[in-house]
């Protein structure tokens, strides 16, 4: 197979090389990969600013990726055979399995994959995976009720486009906080009520709109302290990320992306009906990983960069 590889740290370091078949183990399938998004937790583990969040005892070379589409071929012991043949959309927990997704073969448990729609191109549906599932558990971890307001950072990107568009779709006033004015009418297109600035004082944005501030705030773009003032005394923060210090009764609290096949079922079945928005930057070869990750460095375009995996 051929597969993406780190030997070393750093984004310019990122090879693609021949590597042993993996063979499917118990209760596990072999997945023909036909595309994996390249994420922001791709490039922290890349480049070496997520070492601290490796698995105890890893150590290079390593595979990244979370989420691919791609083809069941092999089924390991304990799995139906029948499936053999079947459009799945996978997803690794790379922090605990340090078993990467952007590879030609990749084997997967049975229960981290989804039956995939056939109506959505591959390109497309594999975005879903982590970023679809980050924002599913952050929103689950607020347990908002209809009604009330929330605030999303990062609004249109590849995190926060989901949150907003899941909120919205459940019945959450949703402020959208973009960095870009450029952003603004994304964020409307995606569900948003209303559109702050992320520049600035945020809080004091969002106050004009919720003058008592926003019930939650779930912050994809890392803002951290300076976000909470948009949120109401005791109100809630969720941050993909690090952890303000609480202030005036908020809980404050870190959520992340985790393997849940209904969720992962449902944002799919979403996307391929047009009630979640996939949209991709830019879509490489595998043999052209490098420029991707650099592609991805650089922010080329709004969406998200996919590797292609032709001929799988």
Not at 67 to 89: E, F, K, N, P, Y
Not at 106 to 124: E, F, H, K, M, R
Not at 222 to 241: C, E, F, H, K, N
């Amino acid at each position: 197979m051929r597969a993406v590889r780190v030997e070393q740290f750093g984004l310019d370091q990122v090879k693609v090389q021949d590597m042993p078949d993996p063979v499917p183990g118990m209760g596990e399938v072999l997945i023909a990969t036909d595309a994996a998004t390249i994420n922001p937790a791709d490039a922290a583990v890349a480049s070496g600013a997520a070492v601290g969040r490796f698995p105890p005892g890893a150590t290079g070379p390593f595979t990244p990726g979370w989420d691919l589409v791609g083809r069941i071929i092999a089924c390991g012991d304990g799995v139906d055979q029948s499936l053999i043949g079947t459009r799945a959309l996978g997803f690794s927990l790379w922090f605990e399995s340090f078993r990467g997704t952007q590879a030609s073969l990749v084997a997967l448990p049975i229960g981290n994959v989804v039956p995939a729609p056939d109506s959505l191109p591959p390109t497309q549906l594999t975005t879903v995976g982590l970023n679809g599932l980050t924002a599913w558990r952050g929103l689950a971890d607020l347990k908002l009720k209809v009604g009330e307001t929330l605030v999303v950072t990062g609004a249109t990107g590849g995190v926060g486009g989901f949150a907003l568009e899941l909120a919205a779709s459940r019945g959450l006033s949703v402020l959208g906080a973009v960095h870009d004015d450029g952003d603004k009418d994304e964020a409307l297109v995606l569900g948003a009520a209303a559109v702050v600035t992320a520049d600035g004082d945020l809080g004091a944005q969002v106050r004009k709109v919720v003058p008592d501030g926003a019930d939650a705030l779930l912050d994809t773009a890392s803002i951290g302290a300076p976000a909470l003032g948009a949120v109401r005394d005791g109100g809630r923060y969720v941050t993909v990320t690090n952890l303000p210090n609480p202030e005036r009764g908020i809980d404050v609290f870190r959520s992340g992306g985790r393997m849940d096949a209904e969720a992962l079922a449902t944002l799919a079945d979403m996307a391929s009906t047009g009630h979640l928005r996939t949209p991709v930057a830019k879509v490489f070869d595998l043999d052209d990983a490098p420029a991707a990750y650099m592609a991805f460095a650089n922010r080329a375009g709004r969406g998200r960069i996919v590797l292609s995996f032709p001929g799988t």
